[in-house]
């Protein structure tokens, strides 16, 4: 049987955000986000969240909420330079106290500068995150192989170029996620907060995607390559919690909810 994978509710492609550091311009970048219905992912430094340039810990909750607070290390220290044992505390320590706001477990991440090495990459592994976001732009709309090392689409200031384009990809394109990063400090920088306006507006309200978190597109994916498929694709089980969707040969969207196993020909 021919099937094609897609998103949650059978829309074609996905939207997601990064923002770094939590300073206090996050404020006003989470107001527009919410008002055109985007979804974000923002990375926080714990250890910087007691001076006036940062959201307070007190606050994060409220601010943050219905987005996901991910680590960017405790004190934005440049892993690749550090001891093995501060990068296991910058880490583990900055993962404890976002979880006491964030009420939940804390495992995505954006590496402070961008450095990476193997050696961390593989760590990453035994202190409890899934995925990090590194700052290499891909200019494409493909998802990572390795969720550890994952390259986004574009920094925001790229990002106007690139929108056509993906609005007007074609249904059956393969799970085509945009992710869009920076810090909310640049367009105060800048002066430029219409760019943000205008890239929310003009991919706002739109059937076909799917506003979703980094987290919530790295469970999503996880789950779909999870699955395991009888011999013809007569069959399906899906062992995760996640439901996940697939588009059937005639269009027609359908769930294989978590735990199933689904008929799909005879």
């Known amino acids: 049987m021919s099937i094609s994978f897609v998103f949650p509710g059978g829309k074609s492609k996905a939207l997601t955000f990064s923002y770094d550091d939590g300073c206090t311009f996050d404020r006003r970048l989470v107001e527009i986000f919410n008002r055109y219905g ?10 910087k969240m007691h001076d006036d340039e940062h959201v307070a ?8 909420r219905g987005h996901e607070i991910a680590a960017h290390c ?7 330079y550090l001891p093995r044992e501060d990068v296991v505390e910058e880490v ?7 979880e006491t706001v964030a009420k939940r477990p804390v495992t995505g991440m954006a590496y402070p500068y961008g450095t990476i090495s193997d050696w961390l990459c593989h760590a990453l592994d035994t202190l409890g995150i899934e995925y990090s976001r590194t700052t290499r ?29 993906f609005i007007d990809l074609p249904v059956w394109s393969k799970l085509p996620l945009f992710y869009i990063w920076g810090h ?11 760019l943000i306006e205008d890239i929310c507006t003009r991919l706002a309200g739109r059937d076909d995607i799917w506003y979703a978190t980094n987290g919530e597109i790295c469970h999503y994916i996880n789950a779909v390559r999870s699955l395991r498929f009888g011999v ?27 735990g199933a196993t689904l008929q799909l020909a005879d």
Not at 57 to 64: F, K, R, T
């Open 38 to 47: 985007m979804k974000s992912t923002f990375n926080l430094n714990s250890g």
């Open 137 to 165: 732009s891909t200019n494409n709309f493909s998802l990572p192989e390795d969720f550890r090392l994952w390259d986004p689409t574009c920094h925001h200031n790229s990002a106007l170029a690139l929108i056509d384009s």
């Open 232 to 258: 013809a694709g007569r069959f399906v089980t899906n062992p995760s919690a996640t439901g996940v969707w697939i588009r059937r040969a005639d269009g027609t969207p359908l769930e294989i909810p978590g």
């Open 57 to 64: 810990m007190d606050e994060a909750a409220g601010l943050y």
């Open 92 to 98: 583990r320590s900055d993962r404890y106290a976002l």
């Open 184 to 194: 909310s400090y640049e367009f105060d920088r800048q002066d430029n907060w219409e």
């Open 74 to 80: 405790a004190t934005h220290g440049n892993l690749i």
